[in-house]
């Protein structure tokens, strides 16, 4: 009913950026939050950043001053800058979204992931 595209994933060498985006389609009513996640081998999966429905947003700590989220409400769609990217930001990066897909009705949704990884 409601499927997450994510793109712009790849190799980077330290210091280089990225920018990742997050189209959501299908049966949307309401977006209560949407985001990003992302996860390395043996480690749970972190939040990186993420607006709420008020606008707000978070960030964790690691990507503060480097990292920056933003959103086009007309498309559904969340992108993440990601500026001087270090090794340690490695990782597959899962976009999120928390939605309402009628007066009900509301479920979270995961994309399938894309994969960055900074490296010389």
């Known amino acids: 009913q409601v499927q997450l595209v994510e793109s712009g994933g790849g190799l980077v060498q330290p210091g280089g950026s990225l920018r990742l985006s997050c189209a959501a389609s299908?049966?949307?009513?309401?977006?209560?939050?949407m985001g990003w996640y992302r996860q390395t081998p043996g480690k749970q999966r972190e939040l990186v950043a993420m607006?709420?429905?008020?606008?707000?947003?978070i960030y964790a700590d690691s990507v503060k001053g480097r990292f920056t989220i933003s959103r086009d409400n007309a498309k559904n769609t969340v992108y993440l800058q990601m500026n001087s990217l270090k090794p340690e930001d490695t990782a597959v990066y899962y976009c999120?979204?928390?939605?309402?897909?009628?007066?009900?009705?509301?479920?979270?949704?995961w994309g399938q992931g894309t994969q960055v990884t900074v490296s010389s």
């Open positions: 299908g049966s949307i009513f309401s977006i209560y939050a």
């Open positions: 999120y979204a928390d939605i309402m897909i009628d007066y009900a009705r509301r479920y979270d949704y």
């Open positions: 607006f709420n429905r008020d606008g707000s947003t």
